[in-house]
């Protein structure tokens, strides 16, 4: 069984600044995959970044990063220059490498102040 | 075409009303999800459906009967629904093999259970 865990339930930040989210895991697998999702107020749960643990490389999309650290089964969301739209739930998730359905966190919301 | 189109996009519903809600997808995904979202929660799987075949059932009760006419079909039979049950019902696809992991997922339906 995967346990993702996401210990800030509301964040906050100013337009343009940066901001990470936390978020960590566990699984007995080996092969697995970690994601960012966004919800904004809209509903549509929308993939921000992907990493696959077999890859040392953090993953990057433009203005989201992750800093995946494998050992400490931990998996941090930068986003920088925050813009308003960013406003949204952010759930991390994971998912194995066979059976494919997510297992998510409790949450972030994250607010982009002007 | 990589969006997932959930049909009604909000329902009302009486507690004896019999009612569906459909989920199409033309990405060539063979896994099929439903997932419950109560506010300000992460989504709970429901339903998994593997190549057209129920795959996983997490004790969801029998008053939600899921449906997987053909690949690109998903339906959510509600038959004798409580007030608990309102929620925001979410259904995804994706690949189950390869290195596409993502999950796309549609805005949801909006069910009020009166």
């Known amino acids: 069984a995967q346990t993702v865990t996401q210990s800030q339930p509301e964040m906050s930040v100013q337009e343009a600044e940066t901001v990470t989210l936390s978020c960590t895991y566990d699984t007995s697998e080996s092969n697995y995959y970690l994601f960012w999702y966004k919800q904004p107020p809209s509903r549509q749960m929308i993939l921000v970044i992907r990493?696959?643990?077999?890859?040392?490389q953090n993953a990057t999309e433009n203005r989201f990063s992750v800093n995946f650290q494998k050992a400490a089964k931990s998996f941090s969301l930068k986003i920088s220059d925050s813009q308003l739209g960013d406003t949204a739930m952010y759930f991390c998730?994971?998912?194995?490498?066979?059976?494919?359905?997510?297992?998510f966190g409790s949450g972030t919301q994250l607010t982009v102040l002007p | 075409d990589t969006e997932v189109t959930q049909t009604p996009k909000h329902l009302v519903m009486g507690m004896t009303n019999k009612k569906s809600l459909k989920c199409e997808q033309h990405?060539?995904?063979?896994?099929m999800y439903w997932y419950k979202q109560k506010a300000k929660k992460p989504p709970e799987l429901m339903f998994v459906?593997?190549?057209?075949?129920?795959?996983i059932n997490e004790s969801v009760p029998s008053r939600f009967s899921p449906e997987c006419p053909n690949s690109s079909l998903l339906n959510l039979h509600l038959h004798a629904l409580q007030p608990e049950d309102s929620a925001l019902y979410l259904c995804?696809?994706?690949?189950?093999?390869?290195?596409?992991?993502?999950?796309?997922f549609g805005q949801g339906t909006r069910l009020t259970v009166v």
């Open positions: 998730a994971s998912a194995d490498g066979s059976a494919r359905q997510l297992t």
């Open positions: 459906y593997s190549y057209e075949k129920l795959s």
């Open positions: 990493q696959e643990a077999y890859k040392q």
């Open positions: 995804a696809s994706s690949e189950l093999r390869g290195a596409n992991t993502e999950a796309f």
């Open positions: 990405m060539g995904h063979r896994a």
